[in-house]
């Protein structure tokens, strides 16, 4: 019986997990596309941490809302023009 409740709580955590890197590279993408449109390169520390705090808070609303979250960003992305 602690077996099957192991096994639930480890799945929910590998799905979480999943979830967190998925939103991490959807925001390291969007943090790398001014790189991509030719902006300059020569980053300062403050836009290093802000571009690592866009990255790390996708990355959590991902775990925590799921496609949800993943969807909405899309759809902006998508009426951006882009």
Do not use: H, R
């Not at 520390?45 to 705090?53: G, P, R, T």
């Not at 790390?56 to 951006?80: Q, R, T």
């Amino acid at each position: 019986m602690n077996l099957n409740k192991d096994n639930k709580q480890s799945g929910f955590s590998i799905k979480t997990i999943y979830k967190f890197c998925g939103g991490a590279t959807l925001g390291a993408f969007l943090v790398s596309l001014p790189i991509l449109y030719g902006a300059s390169t020569d980053l300062s520390l403050f836009q290093v941490c802000v571009a690592l705090l866009l990255i790390i808070s996708s990355g959590i609303l991902s775990s925590i809302w799921g496609e949800k979250f993943i969807d909405a960003v899309m759809s902006v992305f998508n009426s951006s023009g882009l």
